[in-house]
T-cell receptor
C-alpha cells in the first residue's frame, strides 16, 4: 500500500513570498488533514477535509493560509504571504474514518522562511 | 497551561532497559489516547491507541490510561537502538470533533 505522498520535501523562501505544498493521500482515504509542526512541538491541526468538504479549519490562519481538496483526492496548502513564524514542518495525513485516530502521515514538507 | 503536557527529554537508556514515557492532560473530555513514534525527518507513525481507562499491550509496547489522574503512559520493554525516536502522545474527544491534540513529544535515545 502506497503511503501519503507530499512534495516538496524542503522549501526555503523569503518572508512575504508565497508557497504551496501538495499532498496525495492513501487511495480510498476520504479524510485528509494538514498539520503544522513547529520545532520542539507536537503537530497542530490546521485543516481537516472529509472528501472535498472542510470539516474543521478553526486553527487555520485564514488571512494567509488557504487549502483546497479538489475532487476529494489531492490537496494543496498555500501560504501567502509567509512570515518568519511559519517556519515549520507541514504534515499531511489521511484516514479511512473521520475520527483521526488511525491517520497515516506523510514525511512532511520542511519550510524555512528567512 | 497546555492541554497536554509531555516531558521533552531527552531520555537516554541502555539497550534492554524498560522505558516509561508519560503524558498528563487537563481536559477530562478526552476519550481516546494515542501514542505515535516519529523518527527524525519522518512523519509520525501510530503505535497504538486506547479507549478510556485501562491497559493495552502490543508486543513490547504497553499503553496505560488513568483517567482519574489524567495521566497516560507508554512502556517499552527490552528497548532497542531502533526505538530511538520522538514519542508523541495524542488524545481526542468526540465533543471536539475527534480532533487530535498532541503533546510536544519525548526524545528517546537507546544506547547499544
Amino acid at each position: 500500500e502506497a503511503g501519503v505522498a507530499q512534495s516538496p520535501r524542503y522549501k526555503i523562501i523569503e518572508k512575504r513570498q508565497s508557497v504551496a505544498f501538495w499532498c496525495n493521500p492513501i487511495s480510498g482515504h476520504a479524510t485528509l488533514y494538514w498539520y503544522q509542526q513547529i520545532l520542539g512541538q507536537g503537530p497542530k491541526l490546521l485543516i481537516q477535509f472529509q472528501n472535498n468538504g472542510v470539516v474543521d479549519d478553526s486553527q487555520l490562519p485564514k488571512d494567509r493560509f488557504s487549502a483546497e481538496r479538489l475532487k476529494g483526492v489531492d490537496s494543496t496548502l498555500k501560504i501567502q504571504p509567509a512570515k518568519l513564524e511559519d517556519s515549520a514542518v507541514y504534515l499531511c495525513a489521511s484516514s479511512l474514518v473521520r475520527t483521526g485516530r488511525e491517520a497515516f502521515f506523510g514525511q512532511g514538507t520542511r519550510l524555512t522562511v528567512v | 497551561q497546555k492541554e497536554v503536557e509531555q516531558d521533552p527529554g531527552p531520555l537516554s537508556v541502555p539497550e534492554g532497559a524498560i522505558v516509561s514515557l508519560n503524558c498528563t492532560y487537563s481536559n477530562s473530555a478526552f476519550q481516546y489516547f494515542m501514542w505515535y513514534r516519529q523518527y527524525s525527518r519522518k512523519g509520525p507513525e501510530l503505535l497504538m491507541y486506547t479507549y478510556s481507562s485501562g491497559n493495552k499491550e502490543d508486543g513490547r509496547f504497553t499503553a496505560q490510561v488513568d483517567k482519574s489522574s489524567k495521566y497516560i503512559s507508554l512502556f517499552i520493554r527490552d528497548s532497542q537502538p531502533s526505538d530511538s525516536a520522538t514519542y508523541l502522545c495524542a488524545m481526542s474527544a468526540l465533543e471536539y470533533g475527534n480532533k487530535l491534540v498532541f503533546g510536544a513529544g519525548t526524545i528517546l535515545r537507546v544506547k547499544s
